[in-house]
């Protein structure tokens, strides 16, 4: 999976979360995963909808209630939800896992292995706005999961961010992914 999958995937709240569920067994039916997961019927609707449309999550095709489809995962489904279950355990808090469901968090975490450079980040997720990338780097080093340094071997002084506890280990999961 390369990062403007990733990119996609990430862009619903609740993505990685329905992914993980389903791998660790809750029913995929829709009231067990929604009562799971704690979010909104609109949020999570559309997460599931998302989810069927990149091809990660299909309607089970067996016999059960047409109003009320249950949902299994793909193939591709089943290496994506090993990951977003990967992902889910090393945020480990309720308040960590709430910086996960912003769009960008994982995907920046993604490219922070090593120290890199904000226009290096940018440039790797081609999609992103400036004022995005910023406000996903700073909620991250306020998180303690980015640590930005100063590079002043250079003529110009100059900050690089690189993954560090938490966010270290959500990019190792992902560094699988990729």
Partial sequence: MDINTLVKLTSRAWSLNILALLLDGVPGRQA????ATNASRTAFTASLAHLVALGLIEKNPGHGHPLRPEFRLTTNGVKAAAIASKIVTAA?????TGLLRKSWTVPVLALTGKPRRFSTIRSGLAVITDRALSSSLHQLEAQDWIRRDIDTTGR???????AVNTGFEINRAVDLML
Avoid: K, Q
């Avoid at 480990?92 to 960590?96: K, P, Q, V």
């Fill in 92 to 96: 480990g808090s309720e308040i960590d």
């Fill in 32 to 35: 067990p995963l929604l009562s």
């Fill in 156 to 162: 110009m002084a100059f900050p690089t961010y690189n």
